[in-house]
């Protein structure tokens, strides 16, 4: 399943040099050409190009499980309002399929850095750094796993290797980048724009691709822009998708979002069930401040509620951290544990429960 697009030139824009950064351990592989090596690499899964990026950069998907089920019968809107709303269901017997997306946004590495090393994990028996994590292996046993290193290579290619400890500003413009008069584009600036006008700009940020969209909010249902946005879409429909976590990164404290209100009541539920499960784990690891309790849903629109739409999916975002009180062994271990204590849950509450979802 290739999705092309129109072969454009190579970001005009230069990388992004963050001065004085400290430099990157030997196990933080995050440039196009080693998660493309990464991915090349795989031997016990499969590795999938899924699209080409407008700067022509391949978006890899890799595969651990049994994914050979013929493609459903019907898509999800109809099947769920079928007779007997199994008829989207995978074959019988196949486990819960999760998604690990990193990357949409190219400057937030963190979890790019992790599903490198989850790959590493999966292939050689250990992480990067040579850590086993023999409880989350055993618990991939039970779901059958999608792993997206980087969806916007474009982004990843312009940006730095990391941003742990930058100024509040430092990340603004790395992250969304900044004018021609040398003003910050800023978070909520940035979205002002789809996309955003590059002939305006000194540097785009690691934010868009390089025609400039938001592929987290490339969301619009009949006018999809992106071939990576489109490749996700089509992925999470094609394999009956249970849970897609969608890691992004910012500059507090580490945290598993709220679900949005625009969705099923019951993924509602569920995704709050999660941030009180997920949030606590990560500050009894001491990866984050005491998160308290009292979650509410969020009322945003992204590429989440689109996943939920495809497949009848739970979709999540989490937002790791460049935080300065966390090390980059700290960073990886936001995603390790967040992934670990979402299928630990997901073995007695599902992520998804279809027969019920309608009702």
């Not at 890799?62 to 995978?90: C, K, L």
């Not at 750094?129 to 409880?135: A, F, M, V």
Request: hydrophobic content about 40%.
């Amino acid at each position: 399943m290739i999705a092309t697009v129109k072969q454009l030139e190579k970001p005009k824009f230069a990388p992004w040099v963050v001065r004085n950064a400290e430099p990157r351990p030997d196990w933080w592989l995050v440039r196009p050409g080693e998660i493309t090596a990464a991915c090349e690499s795989v031997k016990r899964g499969r590795d999938e190009v899924i699209a080409m990026t407008p700067g022509d950069y391949p978006v890899h998907a890799v595969f651990y499980g049994d994914f050979s089920e013929p493609a459903p019968q019907t898509n999800w809107s109809a099947g769920s309002s079928s007779t007997s709303n199994t008829s989207y269901f995978r074959r019988a017997g196949l486990p819960p399929t999760v998604v690990w997306c990193a990357g949409i946004h190219g400057a937030e590495a963190e979890s790019v850095a992790f599903a490198v090393n989850l790959i590493a994990l999966l292939e050689q028996g250990h992480d990067l750094l040579g850590r086993k994590h023999n409880k989350l292996c055993e618990l991939l046993q039970h779901y059958r796993l999608i792993l997206i290193p980087c969806v916007n290579m474009d982004g990843r290619a312009i940006s730095p290797d990391h941003l742990h400890g930058v100024p509040y500003e430092e990340f603004r413009r790395v992250s969304q980048g900044v004018w021609l008069d040398g003003s910050l584009i800023g978070w909520r600036g940035s979205k002002e724009y789809f996309p955003l006008p590059l002939d305006r700009v000194a540097y785009p940020g690691g934010y868009p691709n390089s025609e400039g969209f938001n592929i987290m909010h490339d969301a619009c249902p009949g006018h999809i822009r992106t071939a990576e946005a489109k490749a996700l879409l089509q992925l999470v429909e094609r394999y009956s998708v249970d849970l897609v976590l969608n890691a992004h990164s910012c500059e507090g404290a580490p945290t598993l979002l709220a679900p949005s209100e625009f969705n099923y009541r019951t993924h509602v539920e569920r995704g709050l069930r999660a941030c009180d499960t997920v949030n606590p784990a990560l500050f009894r690891a001491g990866l984050r401040p005491d998160p308290g309790t009292g979650f509410q849903p969020g009322k945003q629109v992204n590429l989440n509620n689109l996943f939920s739409l495809a497949s009848g999916a739970l979709a999540l975002t989490l937002e790791c951290t460049v935080w300065n009180n966390l090390s980059f062994e700290q960073m990886l271990d936001v995603n390790f544990v967040t992934l670990e204590t979402m299928l630990e849950s997901g073995l007695t509450d599902p992520f998804v429960d279809r027969k019920n979802l309608l009702r």
